[in-house]
């Protein structure tokens, strides 16, 4: 995604340096539809899988993906695992629904069951929540991907650049895909797409992360605004600013910076190839 990503790198952008000016996202409007399009021609692929989870970013991966190669060649998965899922589950059927695709719900409980009775050493949710959710995220892609194995069809994954750098993610999880359109789009700018393309915001769940994907969210554990926290990392991650001039820029303390800053550099393993004795320096 390299080249792709420089050409992201030069979206005209705001005074708070987020890409959500209007010619901005009609860039993104145009090309993030055509990167998956020649995705699916380079792999000699027949169409998109897409997992929805009543969030925006699945919500607007899959609108892409119906723009990029047409309705019927685009399939979402709904994949709850508790009751507590079931409303987010409805949403993400929505979506679907108003796209017109092609949606299946695999109902992933039983399948936590039988590999958490064959692993051992967990009575149930309960016992490890973390392990517990890391393995769903990592049955969610298995199941992605056996879809997209049997269909001739490449995943999408929909983390976005916020997730990404404060590792707001499952290794191996979310981020098992083929591409990943909004990698290089903070949480705002994602946002502020969505609501330019018309996605109907009751079809989505307002939240830090991926709904079906619970866990610590750091954006919210530093109580500021996610746009704050955005401009923060885009400051200070991609244009290299120091922590007293984001600070300043942003009217947060400086503490607030440097708690985003070591978050990112304490998730740093989750954004890397596994380590090799030639990179493990």
């Known amino acids: 995604m390299a080249d792709f990503d420089g050409s992201l790198a030069e979206l005209p952008r705001g005074p708070e340096g987020l890409a959500t000016t209007d010619d901005a996202l009609a860039r993104l409007r145009e090309r993030l539809p055509r990167f998956l399009e020649e995705r699916v021609a380079n792999a000699g692929a027949d169409r998109l899988v897409v997992g929805l989870d009543g969030g925006v970013e699945t919500a607007l991966a899959a609108t892409f993906a119906v723009e990029a190669v047409g309705r019927d060649r685009v399939t979402g998965l709904v994949m709850p695992a508790f009751l507590s899922h ?48 890391n393995a769903l995220s990592r049955l969610r892609m298995a199941c992605t991907y056996y879809v997209a194995n049997t269909t001739n069809a490449l995943v999408v994954g929909t983390v976005n650049r916020t997730q990404f750098l404060l590792g707001s993610f499952t290794k191996h999880g979310e981020t098992g895909a083929d591409c990943l359109p909004f990698v290089s789009l903070f949480r705002t700018e994602v946002e502020a797409l969505a609501r330019a393309v018309g996605l109907p915001e009751e079809l989505t769940v307002e939240t830090s992360g991926s709904p079906l994907h619970p866990g610590e969210s750091p954006a919210a554990a530093v109580g500021v605004p996610p746009e704050i926290v955005d401009r923060i990392l885009g400051a200070c991650v991609d244009r290299g600013v120091d922590t007293a001039t984001a600070a300043e820029r942003t009217g947060v303390d400086p503490s607030t910076v440097e708690r985003l800053a070591e978050w990112c550099d304490r998730t740093r393993h989750k954004r890397r190839y596994p380590v090799t004795p030639a990179t493990d320096t």
Do not use: K, M, Y
Request: proline share 4%; glycine share 8%.
């Open 86 to 133: 079931e409303a987010i589950s409805r949403n993400a059927e929505a979506i679907a629904t108003s796209l017109g695709i092609e949606h299946r719900r695999l109902q992933l409980q039983p399948v936590l069951a039988a590999f958490q009775e064959t692993v051992g050493g967990s009575d149930g949710p309960a016992d490890d929540l973390v392990a517990t959710n």
